[in-house]
């Protein structure tokens, strides 16, 4: 479990093909104390430490699932991910309750300079729609975020949020370097879904 509170933005040094469609990824997290089999949210991906040094170098491995379903796919030698470790029983929790298990994908449609903060603006798959509210709670790329505002759906089968990035995350997350059209990993609040799966007993089938 995680809390959406980036503690590092770490470098991938090498990606490496491992076993049928899966990566290795090699990434200088900055964490000198990793453990061998620790969960790190990678661009918000939960992921296990499978080998690490005294130095914070980490390998990580990464299904194909996962590949296809979040934009570690799309990773390159000499990117940048968010990185942050699983929060214990003692952690305060500054953001939200974050699984690491990524719902979806985003993709950036805007980037606004509002005067030492940035407003950004995303297009989200519909299915998505119904677990978004305004000042609800958001990760993108595993960073905790508040959502400002949420469109209805288009024809195109999505819609869009609107967000607010303080200078400390633009700063110290990996948004700051997405462009435009770019895939952002996004998991929803859990707490969303597990309503909408307690409620499903009680909602009476539709007659239009």
């Known amino acids: 479990m995680f809390s959406g509170i980036i503690e590092q933005v770490g470098r991938i040094e090498a990606i490496a093909p491992e076993g049928d469609g899966a990566l290795r990824l090699t990434l200088g997290?900055?964490?000198?104390?990793?453990?061998?089999?620790?969960s790190v949210a990678v661009n918000g991906v939960c992921l296990t430490v499978v080998r690490h040094d005294a130095q914070g170098l980490a390998d990580f491995f990464v299904s194909p699932e996962t590949l296809a379903r979040t934009n570690l796919g799309r990773a390159t030698a000499g990117g940048a991910v968010n990185l942050e470790r699983a929060v214990t029983l003692a952690t305060r929790l500054s953001g939200h309750?974050?699984?690491g298990h990524v719902d979806g994908e985003a993709h950036l449609v805007e980037v606004i300079d509002d005067g030492g903060s940035w407003r950004i603006g995303l297009?989200?798959?519909?299915?998505?729609?119904?677990?978004?509210?305004?000042?609800?709670?958001?990760?993108l790329n595993g960073v905790s975020?508040?959502?400002?505002?949420?469109?209805?759906?288009?024809?195109?089968?999505?819609?869009?949020?609107g967000l607010t990035l303080i200078p400390h995350t633009w700063a110290h997350?990996?948004?700051k370097s997405?462009?435009?059209?770019?895939?952002?990993?996004?998991?929803v609040d859990v707490l969303a879904k597990y309503v909408e799966q307690l409620c499903h007993a009680y909602l009476k089938p539709s007659n239009a």
């Open 145 to 161: 975020l508040t959502l400002n505002s949420v469109s209805p759906c288009d024809a195109g089968g999505r819609f869009l949020i």
């Open 29 to 38: 997290t900055g964490f000198p104390d990793l453990e061998l089999g620790e």
């Open 123 to 139: 297009s989200l798959p519909a299915a998505l729609h119904r677990f978004c509210v305004e000042k609800g709670s958001i990760a």
């Open 178 to 187: 997405a462009a435009i059209n770019d895939p952002i990993n996004v998991e």
């Open 97 to 99: 309750l974050v699984q």
């Open 173 to 175: 997350t990996n948004l």
